[in-house]
């Protein structure tokens, strides 16, 4: 019976109808039933049947109507009202006691304020009228005739006609007014809601529109009726009125988007264009002015701006010429082009004697008679200080080359700037674009590799492009180097044994290997003198000197105690702060300095200025010292003597002839011999064939190392190998 906040919302009927249609109709039936239960054994022993049809018919309409209030609110008002009509005919039809028949007709009257509640005003006033039936059946106190031949009265008749009055009128009309009120209260608090909601509304757009950046105002008929504050600032601005800026625009009834015009006003013209579109209301139209003077003026400056810094990203600032942005992007748009690059030979004493705004003057007088003597459609331009690149579309490389040819002996060889004399050298490399510039190059670079070459004045040669590849795969090279340094998982040690007389283990030299991840196995002849040259070689030997160490500490925790020899370049030598750090760094470690024995190229001792220091540094701290590669180098003997090296290992090139040879074998025996004179042990590498080891013994030689021995094998194979031949021995 009482309705939820979803039924209020139910577009089918308002919900305080559905509500009050539901309190009438349980209120009748439960009267129906009382009556049903209280009448139906009186009508049957009486044999008044009708009364029982009647009931039920009354109760299945009304059940009928309560089932269908929800969904077929209209067809349920019709079968209560209906039923309301039937009611009072049906007392004056069956009740033959006219005294309470008139009650029927009494309860008529409730028709309008059924009609109220369910219907509405015309159903209403169509009720009212209705009601001058009854009404005038009352006023004529007359019984209808009767038509049904009924003379029998049920007992309690005048009990339930009386309970239907009370019903009606005492719960059912005062509970669907109820509901109307309650309904009509709901409404209007909704309604203050929605009110409160659009009046805040109104206010956020009236807001927005008045603090909106942009100018505009409210049409009415073609005349203003609101301004934003942004209008009204334009306006004071300009000096403008707005009656007049309408009537200078020429705005056209229907909606419009013009573009940008010219506007005068007082202080000037002024570049604006127009918005006009149609408002919710038909009489009021939205206009927005948008002002582009300040804009367009900022465009303008921009695009010269643009033009300035084109210029001056693709123009040397010191000649005029294009730079190399310029002149790769020239190149870039032609499909093919011979090009020439002249070095200044003598450029860096040019500017150092006459400075560089001369300098500059004299390049640039000597390019523009370049450009003068070369076909129409050449384009020269400055890539560097010293450097200058002429180009030309349309010649071929061999035209070029024999232009340029004749051009430098026409050339004159002095220039005349501000009295002074300038001597220009020129140096002239010639190639064909494309193919110039080399993947990852780029002219600078292209020129800095000319640079680092030497100059021939007046020489005109094709540039040499393979040399410039092969100096980026070294460059490459150079790179992947320092990153394996770094990465800890491409470079590893291996270590080729060294054995006496009996064959037994009595040290191994550690062997940087590094295995690249795209070219596998480089070879230690290749990436040892670029690390070098790199000036990475004190990173390199840093490791290595870490890995041995840490191979070390492993094999004594194993019970191996082995020397390692590891190789250090003379650039290691000549570092102070490498010798100070192998130097802390193995005492960090307590590791004992003889189980390290560091090998030097001989070459290292060509100069005893720059590694005595350090030599004498590293024996006094306990290291071993072997001179490696003995007789390949550039010594003297007093400093092989002067030096107090344990080991001399004789280079693999004194043996490959022995046995066989008697010059080499005589060599190799006076090799060992002298190495024995100056204290050390000689130590042969290379040893290959049983011949040759045999030859070795036979001639006193005590140790080796070479392929017929043993291979360089990885640490877990050596200490096998070790502990296999300690087993045997013992």
Same mark, same amino acid.
């Given at each position: ?7 209020? $919302? ?46 039920? %018919? ?137 009110? *409160? ?108 701006? $643009? ?39 003598? %450029? ?7 400075? *560089? ?82 993947? #990852? ?16 004045? #007046? ?82 030997? $840093? ?15 194993? %019970? ?171």
């Amino acid at each position: 019976m009482f309705y939820l906040d979803e039924e209020q $919302r139910d577009l089918r009927a308002p919900a305080w109808q559905i509500s009050a249609l539901r309190i009438m109709v349980l209120a009748g039936l439960l009267l129906l039933l009382g009556i049903g239960l209280h009448s139906g054994y009186s009508a049957w022993q009486l044999g008044a049947y009708h009364v029982i049809y009647i009931i039920a %018919g009354f109760y299945l309409v009304l059940v009928v109507a309560s089932i269908l209030a929800r969904r077929q609110f209209r067809l349920s008002r019709l079968l209560l009202t209906g039923a309301i009509i039937a009611a009072g005919f049906v007392t004056q039809l069956f009740i033959p006691d006219f005294a309470i028949a008139k009650l029927g007709a009494l309860f008529l009257y409730s028709l309008p304020m059924v009609a109220l509640l369910t219907w509405g005003k015309k159903a209403t006033l169509a009720a009212m009228l209705f009601n001058l039936l009854p009404f005038a059946y009352l006023v004529h106190n007359q019984p209808l005739p009767a038509l049904l031949q009924i003379q029998q009265t049920l007992p309690s008749s005048h009990l339930y006609l009386q309970g239907l009055l009370f019903i009606f009128f005492n719960i059912c009309l005062p509970l669907g007014m109820m509901r109307m009120l309650r309904a009509l209260d709901w409404h209007n608090g909704s309604q203050q809601k929605l009110n *409160k909601q659009l009046k805040l509304s109104m206010q956020l757009y009236r807001d927005l529109f008045d603090n909106d950046a942009h100018p505009a105002l409210i049409l009415r008929d073609d005349s203003a009726v609101r301004y934003n504050k942004a209008m009204r600032s334009w306006l004071k601005e300009h000096d403008v009125l707005a009656s007049k800026l309408l009537k200078e625009l020429h705005l056209p009834k229907d909606d419009c988007t013009q573009e940008a015009r010219l506007l005068g006003t007082p202080k000037g013209q002024r570049l604006v264009s127009l918005t006009k579109s149609r408002m919710a209301h038909r009489h009021y139209h939205l206009l927005l002015l948008d002002d582009q003077t300040e804009a367009s003026q900022l465009k303008l400056q921009l695009a010269g701006e $643009r033009v300035q810094n084109r210029r001056l990203r693709w123009h040397d600032i010191s000649t005029g010429m294009l730079n190399e942005t310029g002149i790769e992007h020239w190149l870039n748009r032609k499909p093919r082009a011979a090009v020439a690059l002249m070095q200044l030979c003598n %450029g860096p004493s040019l500017r150092l004697r006459f400075g *560089k705004d001369i300098s500059n003057q004299a390049l640039a007088r000597l390019a523009s008679q370049v450009k003068t003597l070369l076909p129409r459609g050449a384009v020269v331009g400055r890539i560097a200080h010293n450097t200058l690149i002429f180009a030309h579309p349309n010649l071929t490389l061999a035209a070029l080359t024999d232009r340029l040819t004749r051009i430098e002996h026409q050339l004159p060889h002095r220039f005349e700037v501000q009295d002074q004399s300038l001597v220009l050298e020129r140096h002239w490399h010639l190639a064909e674009h494309p193919g110039l510039m080399p993947d #990852g190059h780029h002219l600078g670079s292209l020129a800095s590799y000319l640079c680092s070459h030497p100059l021939v004045p #007046g020489q005109v040669r094709q540039l040499d492009l393979k040399a410039l590849a092969n100096q980026d795969s070294q460059q490459r090279l150079l790179d992947a180097l320092r990153k394996a340094i770094q990465s800890d998982d491409q470079l590893y040690l291996e270590y080729q044994p060294q054995c006496d007389v009996s064959g037994r283990i009595i040290a191994a030299e550690a062997l940087l290997r590094w295995h690249h991840p795209e070219l596998g196995l480089v070879s230690p002849a290749d990436f040892i003198p670029l690390a070098e040259q790199g000036g990475i070689i004190s990173q390199l030997s $840093r490791w290595v000197v870490q890995r041995a160490c840490e191979q070390i500490r492993e094999w004594q925790a194993q %019970g191996i105690t082995l020397r390692l020899s590891i190789n250090l370049s003379v650039l290691d030598l000549v570092d102070d702060l490498f010798i100070r750090w192998l130097l802390d760094y193995c005492q960090q470690q307590q590791l004992n300095q003889g189980q390290l024995e560091l090998e030097i190229t001989e070459t290292a001792l060509a100069d005893p200025e720059q590694t005595s220091k350090a030599l004498k540094q590293l024996s006094d701290a306990g290291f071993p010292l072997a001179i490696d590669d003995f007789g390949t180098g550039q010594s003297s003997l007093a400093r092989l003597n002067s030096l107090d090296a344990s080991l001399i290992k004789i280079d693999r090139d004194f043996l490959k002839e022995v046995p066989g040879r008697d010059r080499s074998e005589n060599m190799l025996k006076a090799i060992i011999e002298l190495c024995r004179a100056t204290g050390a042990e000689p130590l042969v590498e290379g040893v290959e064939t049983q011949q040759q080891l045999d030859w070795l013994l036979q001639h006193n030689c005590r140790l080796f190392q070479g392929f017929h021995l043993y291979k360089p094998m990885p640490p877990r194979t050596l200490a096998l190998l070790v502990r296999e031949l300690d087993s045997k021995r013992s």
